[in-house]
């Protein structure tokens, strides 16, 4: 009998395990467009680690598809490696739209199902200035206590710099120039730290309407661009495009290179409002198309009315059929005009004197 170690070792490598978890990747959601922007594994001993990056189709539920994704890896990598795989570690890099959403109605959400009215922005969690004034204190405060504790603990002379700080301050009055630009610049602070605190941020991510009980969604501004800017640029005669989204207001602006400038604007106006809608904004935002010719574009010539059909020549009646009296009485005037022009003429006669 064979033992295991006299067959030998079968190795599976982390890149026959990367291969594997993209494909599964693109069947754990069939027909929806998933794919893998990034795959990495790490294989050690019978053990495989599997990380994600995934670009999902809009719209879908982000979460629902995310477990499904994260199950199908792992099971189906498990299967054909004959690894551990605990989890996939999947994260949502990008969402694109599909060729329907283009197609939606843009006079509700996409789904038709009830718009919860409470959903609203997305808060920032103000990690910058938090941070930053989190620090400050931290320095100051600690660099006080530190210097405190060791002129009660270790009988140490104050430092030089809160000496100076308090011999400074207490030579100088409220009103002198350096007191008041402190102050001015504290109170300057002040509002700042209250502004950020009481508005939202994420100025870049626009809220969707999501139906009653789901999660509350965020679409960043340049994939509305994006999608704006594809809808438009499909419309004939069109050719550069600039998209700006804001949160009121669209700003398209278009080049047309050939057609009817007024029709062109008119196909443009309905691409960017029917891409615009199917993007189920919680607040739709005002269109402001501006389309300007190239300098080689020309007004194409107005097209008239279709010039009407000559008229048919008149056509001359047909002779009545005649009777046989009439044919006889017709055909003796005819001989007898004959024989009078062939008849030669009499000389005249002289009368006798």
Do not use: N
């Not at 509305?224 to 998209?243: K, N, W």
């Amino acid at each position: 009998m064979i033992t295991p170690s006299q067959r030998g070792t079968t190795t599976v490598s982390e890149k026959a395990v990367r291969r594997i978890a993209r494909r599964a990747v693109t069947e754990s959601l069939p027909g929806r467009g998933v794919a893998a922007t990034s795959v990495s594994a790490t294989v050690r001993g019978d053990r495989a680690r599997v990380s994600l990056d995934l670009a999902l189709p809009y719209p879908v539920p982000v979460a629902d598809s995310v477990r499904l994704v994260q199950d199908h890896v792992a099971a189906r990598t498990r299967r054909l490696s004959g690894l551990d795989v605990p989890r996939a570690e999947v994260s949502v890099r990008a969402l694109h739209a599909d060729a329907p959403l283009l197609r939606a109605d843009p006079s509700g959400p996409s789904g038709g199902g009830p718009v919860r009215p409470g959903a609203r922005r997305w808060w920032s969690s103000r990690r910058l200035p938090t941070a930053a004034v989190t620090g400050g204190a931290t320095l100051a405060g600690g660099a006080v206590v530190f210097d405190v504790a060791r002129v009660h603990l270790l009988g140490r002379p104050p430092a030089r710099w809160r000496g100076g700080a308090v011999d400074w301050l207490s030579t100088h009055g409220a009103g002198e120039l350096p007191v008041v630009l402190g102050g001015a610049g504290a109170v300057l602070m002040g509002l700042v730290l209250i502004v950020l605190a009481v508005t939202p941020g994420q100025r870049h991510l626009l809220s969707l309407s999501p139906p009653v009980d789901q999660p509350v969604f965020a679409l960043d501004r340049s994939a509305v661009s994006a999608l704006v800017r594809e809808a438009v640029s499909d419309v004939a005669g069109i050719g550069r495009v600039r998209v700006r989204v804001g949160r009121r207001r669209v700003v398209v602006r278009a080049r047309l290179s050939f057609g009817d400038r007024a029709a062109a604007r008119g196909d443009v106006q309905a691409a960017a409002r029917l891409a615009v809608g199917g993007c189920a904004l919680r607040r739709a935002p005002r269109l402001r198309i501006t389309l300007d010719p190239d300098p080689t574009w020309r007004q194409p010539p107005a097209v008239g009315p279709a010039p009407a059909p000559a008229s048919a020549p008149a056509l001359a009646p047909a002779p009545r059929p005649q009777s046989q009296s009439q044919s006889q009485s017709q055909s003796q005037s005819q001989s007898q005009s004959q024989s009078a022009e062939k008849a030669p003429a009499s000389p005249p006669t002289q009368g006798r004197t």
